[in-house]
């Protein structure tokens, strides 16, 4: 099923205030939360996008990001898509207490109050988003940009379990390995966080004393990423792997590398053409001429200009464009004219004499402005 815009899962503006996100969820909650329509898949399905679409515009941050790049300005801001566990809309929503950890219970372990999907084994890390801005030109034909950044590694010296060599981890004895304490509060089954473990299902009696029983460290690290040619403002590049190491050893998530580019003196881009502009004179747009044009990669190419060209028209170089796999686009110069503002003697006497031959319009028509389109 394809995504739907988060503003209109809530059915709120844009301009809406977090009163009316937090109105418009809770009503959404409350219809749609899986123990009021058990067995209910649709319902189930609706609850978790009203989830996402909350978490987003909830949070400043996530809501200005989303505003400006849509989905993919919030892939990288989380945990493997939405780290359900860690997010406390409910609490916000409902007040607190017992209701916060009921997202363990609907997203990590299913709703019959068994183990936790959470708990004991091994997880996916998070994902991580790191920013970069490259020139125009790198954009445009591709290059490789060395980056530096911290990420969660796993602790070489517990593997990462958490627990000192020797020693093992112990099941927790209050809630007996699921991570999970159930309670009943109205119609509601609601699984809490158990607070003896904190969720994770064991305890560690004894703590890797380099990482703190966390099985992970923060570490810098220095990866090279390759930019496709074409990359346009605004696109990322994932990268498989080089994200925070998950927990109790379990996969890294991946890394998400965010482009900005840079404008360019002289280049624009539309799609895969490439825009510049090229001054010429009166007697080369009225004759027309052979001109040499410096293309965006350093050549330098010869272009055709017609006789009778007017001032602001385009010619077209094909080929001269954005690379994409086996296509490249064109190359539009805008020509303009540059009338001269001082004149030798000489120059002044054959123009006047030009002036003559060809006449001149003293009460010219308005133009319409459709006609000087390109």
């Not at 969820?25 to 009203?50: M, S, T, V």
């Not at 060209?309 to 001269?320: A, P, V």
């Not at 994409?324 to 030798?344: A, H, M, N, Q």
Request: hydrophobic share 30%; with cysteine.
């Amino acid at each position: 099923m394809a995504k739907r815009d988060y503003y209109e899962v809530l059915g709120v503006q844009k301009n809406s205030s977090k009163d009316d996100i937090k109105k418009a969820y809770r009503k959404l909650a409350i219809q749609y939360h899986p123990d009021k329509n058990p067995g209910n898949k649709e319902a189930e399905d609706k609850f978790k996008e009203a989830t996402e679409a909350y978490e987003i515009l909830s949070d400043d941050q996530k809501k200005s990001a989303y505003d400006q790049f849509g989905f993919a300005g919030v892939e990288g801001m989380n945990s493997g898509g939405h780290d359900w566990s860690a997010f406390r809309g409910f609490e916000d929503i409902f007040g607190g207490g017992d209701f916060g950890s009921i997202f363990d219970t609907i997203f990590g372990g299913g709703f019959s109050g068994g183990r936790s999907g959470r708990s004991g084994g091994p997880h996916s890390g998070a994902n991580l988003r790191y920013d970069i801005e490259i020139p125009f030109k790198d954009a445009v034909f591709g290059t490789k940009v060395e980056i530096q950044y911290s990420r969660n590694e796993t602790c070489r010296s517990c593997n990462g379990s958490g627990a000192a060599a020797g020693s093992e981890k112990k099941v927790c004895p209050t809630c007996r390995g699921s991570g999970q304490v159930r309670h009943s509060q109205g119609f509601f089954s609601v699984a809490t966080t158990c607070h003896t473990c904190g969720g994770e299902g064991y305890i560690i009696e004894q703590p890797c004393k380099e990482c703190g029983g966390s099985g992970t460290q923060k570490k810098r690290q220095k990866i090279m990423v390759t930019i496709p040619p074409g990359m346009e403002d605004g696109r990322r590049v994932s990268i498989p792997r080089q994200g925070d190491a998950g927990p109790n050893g379990g996969p890294p998530g991946d890394l998400y590398v965010f482009i900005r580019v840079k404008a360019h003196e002289y280049f624009e881009r539309q799609g895969l053409d490439l825009y510049c502009a090229a001054p010429i004179s009166i007697t080369q747009a009225a004759l027309g001429a052979d001109i040499h044009v410096s293309t965006l990669d350093g050549k330098t190419i010869k272009a055709r200009i017609p006789a009778g060209i007017q001032g602001g028209k385009m010619i077209r170089i094909r080929n001269e464009g954005v690379p994409s796999g086996t296509r490249r686009g064109d190359l539009y110069i805008k020509l303009i004219v540059k009338i001269p503002e001082k004149l030798s003697k000489r120059g002044r006497e054959l123009l006047e004499e030009l002036s003559s031959i060809e006449g001149e319009n003293s009460s010219p028509r308005p133009i319409a402005l459709s006609d000087l389109a390109e």
